[in-house]
């Protein structure tokens, strides 16, 4: 069992006091403002989100635009999430089959999807899960729609343009067939001004929004954009082979909170 490294922190950490959060971050005024009952009969056009990873005060309202959307369009049967490993602890790409505990009970890994990523790039690594928070506060949210939904957990240290498409083309192949959505977990830039934020991620989210996998990476690179999950959204752009993305939220954390430096998040859905 992987045990919760931030409940508490980034978010709620007894039952009661997180469904009542996650509500909250719906009914925020930078949240969607409505909180849809999941949708059992939906299009299932869905095929993978960018989701953020901070605080849930911060970053909660953001990610819940793109969990309305996937609740209204219907969950799928298993979720991949792909997050940067921000403590450079364990392998650069690194999958786990030990199931996550969280507030709202186990949220169980699909094993054998699980068997079937691991090869290659992707490693075989719990001590990679233990303390990153970038998957984790994912969670919650699915957990609030579905107890049962399982998922498959891959975090990357190793972010680079030709490792992201290795780990994307693997995961393609082995969800042939499996419905199934992928979320890469990131934030955009870190530390920098509401207007520096919001012009470097602008670049990026365009080049997302035209699905271009190298001009995206080469606009990060070229901007020195701080997105911190950049190679999984990446993978996740690779694996998906969508037809169409769409920006549903951008904000920054001064729109919580006044400050002179913030982080940039975003909700963008990929389509078939």
């Given at each position: 069992?992987?045990?919760?490294a931030?409940a508490?922190?980034f978010?709620?950490?007894?039952?009661?006091?997180?469904?009542?959060?996650?509500?909250?971050?719906?009914?925020?005024?930078?949240?969607p403002?409505?909180?849809p009952?999941?949708?059992?009969?939906?299009?299932?056009?869905?095929?993978?989100?960018?989701?953020?990873h901070?605080?849930?005060?911060?970053?909660?309202?953001?990610?819940?635009?793109?969990f309305?959307?996937?609740?209204?369009?219907g969950?799928?049967?298993?979720?991949?999430?792909?997050?940067?490993?921000?403590?450079g602890?364990?392998?650069?790409?690194?999958?786990?089959?030990?199931d996550?505990?969280?507030?709202?009970?186990?949220?169980?890994?699909?094993?054998?999807?699980?068997?079937?990523?691991q090869?290659?790039?992707i490693?075989?690594?719990?001590?990679?899960?233990?303390?990153?928070?970038?998957?984790?506060?994912?969670?919650?949210?699915i957990?609030?729609?579905?107890?049962?939904?399982?998922?498959?957990?891959?975090?990357?240290?190793?972010q680079?343009?030709?490792?992201?498409?290795?780990?994307?083309?693997?995961?393609r192949?082995?969800?042939?067939?499996?419905?199934?959505?992928?979320?890469?977990?990131?934030?955009?830039?870190?530390?920098?001004?509401?207007?520096?934020?919001?012009?470097?991620?602008?670049?990026?989210?365009?080049?997302?929004?035209?699905?271009?996998?190298?001009?995206?990476?080469?606009?990060?690179?070229?901007?020195?954009?701080s997105?911190?999950?950049?190679?999984?959204?990446?993978?996740?752009m690779?694996?998906?082979?969508?037809?169409?993305?769409?920006?549903?939220?951008?904000?920054?954390?001064?729109?919580v909170?006044?400050?002179a430096?913030?982080?940039?998040?975003?909700?963008?859905?990929?389509?078939k």
């Open positions: 069992m992987r045990y919760p931030v508490g922190q978010y709620a950490g007894d039952p009661a006091s997180l469904k009542k959060q996650v509500q909250e971050c719906f009914s925020s005024p930078i949240g403002g409505t909180l009952p999941l949708n059992p009969d939906g299009p299932r056009q869905i095929k993978g989100m960018i989701s953020p901070a605080g849930f005060v911060f970053s909660g309202p953001v990610a819940a635009h793109g309305k959307a996937l609740a209204e369009d969950f799928p049967d298993v979720f991949i999430i792909i997050g940067p490993n921000h403590t602890v364990g392998n650069g790409v690194a999958i786990t089959d030990q996550f505990k969280t507030p709202f009970g186990t949220m169980e890994v699909d094993k054998d999807l699980v068997n079937k990523i090869k290659g790039i490693a075989r690594d719990i001590v990679s899960h233990r303390h990153e928070h970038s998957l984790e506060v994912q969670l919650p949210f957990k609030y729609f579905d107890e049962n939904v399982k998922f498959v957990p891959i975090t990357m240290m190793i680079d343009h030709r490792t992201a498409v290795e780990v994307g083309k693997i995961i192949e082995a969800i042939s067939g499996i419905d199934a959505v992928i979320i890469a977990s990131s934030d955009f830039s870190h530390y920098v001004s509401p207007k520096v934020a919001e012009t470097k991620d602008g670049k990026a989210i365009e080049k997302i929004l035209d699905l271009d996998i190298k001009g995206f990476y080469t606009t990060i690179i070229k901007n020195r954009i997105a911190c999950g950049y190679g999984p959204i990446m993978a996740m690779e694996a998906v082979n969508g037809s169409k993305a769409e920006l549903l939220k951008y904000s920054n954390s001064g729109d909170t006044p400050m430096e913030v982080v940039g998040y975003a909700s963008v859905i990929v389509k």
